[in-house]
């Protein structure tokens, strides 16, 4: 199984802070990587596939990046209503794995 | 709009069955393939099954394989999972997805699942 680890577990940040969460795959997973957000109390959302590309409705301050084993979700500009906890998931094989999630609080 | 409704959640002791169904609406149920992810109180997301659009494959981790059977009924956009010989660390809530490509876009609210004595 590719595991899927996310650093830092718990990022602390200040409005309008560039942010970055991090995530690496155990094996190169072509790109096919995914990053969702969830607040707590709901269901997760999708806001990045296939490592960079936006999905529908999202804001422009999300942007993905990565290759190989490492990837990057970026925040450009943080604002309040991204506290949430973020998960990466890969699905280059099965069976499909998640990271432990990074929580995004605000300073 | 499309929205996926989860039903049939609860408590059910430890060996004991639970059937869930995931409603699906506003989006031609039968060109997607379907997916359960689960997550167990205060912990990460956990994938647990997919279906292809049609039925005819199915994938699964290895901790369900077995004991957990995905399938779908595309005449009533309905996607289910029979779950068997339930064990307490099932404890989730469940979640249906729209599994598109390469990635699930379209979640539902999720429904508690229990296995306690």
């Known amino acids: 199984d590719i595991q899927m680890t996310q650093s830092p577990s718990v990022l602390s940040a200040s409005v309008g802070d560039r942010v970055t969460l991090n995530c690496k795959a155990s094996q190169n997973i072509n790109k096919y990587l995914n990053w969702y957000q969830q607040k707590l109390g709901e269901a997760p959302k999708l806001l990045i596939y296939?490592?960079?590309n936006l999905q529908t409705g999202i804001p422009s301050r999300f942007s993905g990046s990565g290759s190989g084993t490492d990837y990057t979700l970026t925040i450009s500009s943080l604002q309040p209503e991204d506290v949430a906890t973020y998960f990466c998931?890969?699905?280059?094989?099965?069976?499909?794995?998640f990271g432990s999630g990074t929580k995004l609080e605000i300073k | 709009e499309v929205q996926l409704v989860e039903s049939g959640g609860g408590l059910v002791q430890p060996g004991r069955s639970l059937k869930l169904s995931c409603a699906a609406s506003g989006f031609t149920f039968s060109d997607y393939a379907m997916a359960w992810v689960r997550q167990a109180p205060k912990k990460g997301l956990e994938w647990v099954a997919t279906?292809?659009?049609?039925?005819?494959?199915?994938y699964y981790r290895d901790s369900v394989k077995g004991r957990f059977t995905i399938s779908r009924d595309n005449a009533k956009s309905t996607l289910y999972l029979q779950m068997d010989s339930l064990r307490s660390e099932d404890t989730a809530t469940y979640y249906c997805?729209?599994?598109?490509?390469?990635?699930?876009?379209?979640w539902g609210q999720g429904v508690m699942v229990t296995v306690s004595s």
């Open positions: 998931f890969q699905h280059n094989s099965w069976p499909l794995t």
């Open positions: 296939n490592t960079n």
């Open positions: 279906i292809i659009y049609d039925g005819s494959s199915t």
């Open positions: 997805a729209r599994h598109y490509s390469s990635y699930m876009d379209y």
